[in-house]
């Protein structure tokens, strides 16, 4: 009498070949996700700095900033500036689609050419994986050179640091505008950093600690 049907073996072996095909489906959903997400990252981060650079100076002027200096982020939620996709966290800080951590605020005081400071400051602590962070801090980094050659009259320096805050002795790496930087020869000058300068600069920083942020400053 002829049997029906498939054997364990076979069985079996379908269930392997099913459970490698959903691995690496799964796997490439992560990646396309992860794609996805860095693309919509920069391109919020690109409408962030484009509206910071636009609106920035007349919200400063026209509101108590003018001699405090403080968070620009309840006025771009009034105003509906917030760019589409960002969260708002509290009037400090707002989210990007990687869930970093972003703070827009200005300089108390103007500097000595009568300039106002703004910084548009990325915290990466909410993020474990350092591929993640590494790519995210490259591609930032060649959208700062980018408005460093934009609006070279205007940008100051984009900065990538371990600290939260301004103490520059914990500074990795400082990139300047050509304003700044007078003789802009090397790679001190952003618009002159080669993609192997931004690597190295970011992933100089990975390796101290996971505690990363990227600062673009505009006068």
């Known amino acids: 009498m002829q049997e029906k049907g498939r054997s364990m073996v076979e069985m079996l072996g379908v269930l392997a070949i099913i459970g490698v095909l959903s691995v690496g489906a ?10 996805y997400k860095l693309n919509k990252q920069i391109e919020q981060m690109n409408q962030l700095i484009n509206m910071t650079y636009t609106y920035g100076p007349k919200i400063d002027t026209s509101s108590n900033m003018a001699n405090t200096g403080s968070s620009y982020i309840p006025y771009f939620k009034k105003l509906n500036l917030i760019p589409d996709g960002m969260t708002y966290a509290d ?38 994986d350092k591929n993640i962070i ?31 805050g301004e103490d520059m002795a914990q ?27 931004i690597y190295k600069a970011c992933s100089d920083a990975m390796g ?10 505009f006068r």
């Open 26 to 35: 799964m796997t490439g959903y992560s990646k396309a996700m992860l794609k």
């Open 91 to 128: 009037n400090t800080a707002i989210f990007d689609a990687l869930k970093t951590h972003i703070s827009v605020f200005s300089s108390s005081n103007p500097n000595s050419q009568g300039h106002k400071i703004v910084y548009i400051a990325m915290r990466y602590d909410g993020i474990s």
């Open 134 to 164: 590494l790519q995210s801090c490259i591609q930032n980094m060649k959208l700062a050179k980018e408005y460093a050659v934009v609006y070279e009259r205007d940008f100051y320096m984009a900065k990538i640091s371990n600290a939260d």
């Open 171 to 197: 500074g990795i790496q400082n990139f300047y505008g050509s304003s700044v930087v007078s003789n802009c020869k090397d790679h001190r000058c952003l618009k002159n950093a080669s993609l192997n300068d």
């Open 208 to 217: 101290k600690n996971l505690y990363l942020t990227i600062s673009f400053y």
